[in-house]
């Protein structure tokens, strides 16, 4: 049981988080890599969870033995990700949390995505003004699942670090909210995003991105 008013403040990453907003991402990393001619497994878009579209698509560009533009492949993305935000759906029992905790808790998003998509995807699940803070990957040198964006975090909100719960949904944000020495919920414990491909069949009814 957690008594959240023991905690100096409550930390929440934003996608597959907040928002069951990952096969849409998926979706959209295809619109990307598919144009490169890149092979890019379901699963291991989900084990680089948390680290920034620019890196990602760089680690692609690099095992691949390609010359990306890096720009203009992360806008490409973006741009095929937001064309489906009206689909995205809160994951309630986190967002639940965040309501019944405005203004008594602070609290911070730590997301290892840009700014203004994050805002845009607090705005449509409804919990854009719940927050005091939010750290982007523009924000921080280091990313997930470096220490450094949670404990920006934690500096931004006058909290202990120790004194600090993270709901997150990556392995890759989990083991940064244990280097910054904060407790964690892993939310995969409650909610899986639907797969495209499940044990090799499609199954997400989600039209693909044009």
């Not at 992360?74 to 689909?87: D, G, N, P, R, V």
């Not at 924000?139 to 006058?158: Q, Y």
């Not at 949904?169 to 414990?189: F, P, T």
Request: proline share 6%.
């Amino acid at each position: 049981m957690w008594h959240l008013q023991t905690y100096d403040a409550l930390l929440f990453d934003c996608d597959g988080t907040l928002a069951d907003t990952m096969p849409a991402h998926y979706r959209a990393w295809l619109h990307v890599t598919e144009a490169h001619g890149i092979v890019f497994d379901e699963n291991r878009f989900y084990a680089l969870g948390g680290r920034p579209t620019r890196t990602i698509l760089a680690t692609l560009a690099q095992e691949n033995g390609l010359q990306i533009d890096l720009d203009r492949g992360t806008e490409m993305k973006e741009e095929a990700f937001l064309s489906q935000l009206e689909h995205i759906e809160a994951i309630d029992p986190v967002v639940d949390v965040v309501l019944r905790n405005k203004g008594r808790i602070p609290m911070g998003v730590v997301t290892g995505g840009h700014r203004h998509v994050c805002l845009k995807i607090l705005s449509h699940v409804g919990v854009a003004d719940c927050f005091n803070t939010l750290v982007a990957s523009e924000d921080t040198v280091r990313h997930k699942p470096d220490a450094e964006p949670f404990l920006e975090a934690a500096k931004r909100l006058g909290a202990r670090p120790d004194r600090c719960v993270v709901w997150e949904d990556s392995d890759l944000g989990i083991a940064a909210a244990e280097n910054a020495g904060m407790e964690w919920i892993d939310v995969r414990a409650f909610h899986k995003p639907q797969r495209m491909h499940p044990k090799g069949q499609p199954a997400d009814p989600s039209p693909r991105i044009s």
